[in-house]
């Protein structure tokens, strides 16, 4: 992964939102002479200086949970697995993936072949690699037949693993 400023920008927020209320507390504490705060300290009543502590404490403390909590949901999510067969990454819901940058492929080109009819071409939109969808054969096909494909082996082979169980594991047959 490449450094990217938007978006550790966007982990510390928080962090960074305290550290400038801080940071213009005490740029306001050294502008203002300490004549001036024993002034403002006689004149303002001692309750309404507590409450302004204690509205700036809670402040702080909902900043800080509020990290705390993104850091918490950010450890929590899980990471997507992608499946590579024939030459691409494809997701959960069979969606092409480039497989330099993990960014969803698109349609690019539509075209008619001799032998398979109809093949398409997908094109990445980050670095406009363009892949040709073909089969282990080398025909050329569509993005549909290909999800097609990759559904029956996937049936395929969940088949092949419950036939496998059944039989390592005799007791695991269901009986008539």
């Not at 204690?54 to 450890?75: H, Q, T, V, W």
């Not at 059944?166 to 047959?173: D, G, L």
Request: aromatic share 10%; with cysteine.
């Amino acid at each position: 992964m490449g450094w990217n400023l938007k978006q550790r920008a966007q982990d510390h927020i928080v962090t960074v939102a305290v550290g400038l209320i801080v940071l213009l507390l005490l740029v306001v504490w050294r502008a203002i002479p300490s004549s001036v705060w024993d002034r403002v300290s006689e004149a303002t009543p001692k309750r309404a200086l507590w409450a302004l502590l204690a509205l700036e404490g809670m402040a702080i403390c909902l900043l800080s949970g509020a990290l705390i909590d993104y850091r918490r949901k950010e450890k929590n999510i899980p990471a997507r697995q992608y499946y590579r067969t024939y030459g691409l990454f494809w997701d959960e819901d069979l969606n092409p993936l480039c497989p330099v940058d993990n960014i969803l492929l698109s349609v690019s080109e539509r075209h008619t072949e001799p032998i398979t009819g109809f093949a398409e071409s997908l094109k990445c939109p980050k670095c406009k690699a363009v892949f040709k969808l073909r089969f282990e054969g080398g025909d050329l096909t569509t993005l549909m037949q290909m999800q097609d494909a990759i559904r029956r082996r996937i049936a395929t082979a969940l088949q092949f693993q419950i036939t496998n169980y059944r039989f390592k594991n005799p007791e695991a047959q269901i009986s008539n």
